[in-house]
């Protein structure tokens, strides 16, 4: 079965940095696509940055230069580095994989972002 969980969330306060971290377990290869959205309160969930199995990085444009996604294949582990955080970036954070047809969430990691 395939589970994802997510940690680092957390409190800081705006310009602050943060690192999400989500463990995939389920696999026996590396070609999947994993990443994370979120979805701020009264917001749709939104698509944040994607990687792909042989490490190329995908951004929503207004994370661009702020943060960066990276995949360790051999601990089946994304991370989201979040850099000059704002107060809009306040959201949990889904790690998300996709494979084929399907796709899988972890359960949520919550980020607040103080001004």
């Known amino acids: 079965d395939v589970q994802l969980q997510a940690s680092g969330g957390g409190l800081v306060q705006a310009g602050e940095s943060l690192r999400l971290s989500c463990t995939a377990s389920?696999?026996?290869?590396?070609?999947?696509?994993i990443g994370w959205y979120r979805q701020a309160p009264g917001k749709e969930r939104e698509g944040v940055s994607c990687?792909?199995?042989?490490?190329?990085?995908h951004y929503a444009d207004s994370m661009k230069g702020r943060f960066t996604i990276s995949r360790d294949n051999a601990k089946n582990t994304v991370y989201l580095q979040m850099n000059s955080l704002k107060p809009e970036d306040t959201a949990v954070y889904y790690c998300?994989?996709?494979?084929?047809?399907?796709?899988?969430w972890g359960q949520g990691t919550l980020v607040t972002v103080s001004s």
């Open positions: 998300n994989l996709r494979v084929f047809e399907y796709a899988y």
């Open positions: 990687i792909t199995g042989d490490g190329t990085a």
């Open positions: 389920g696999f026996g290869h590396d070609d999947y696509s």
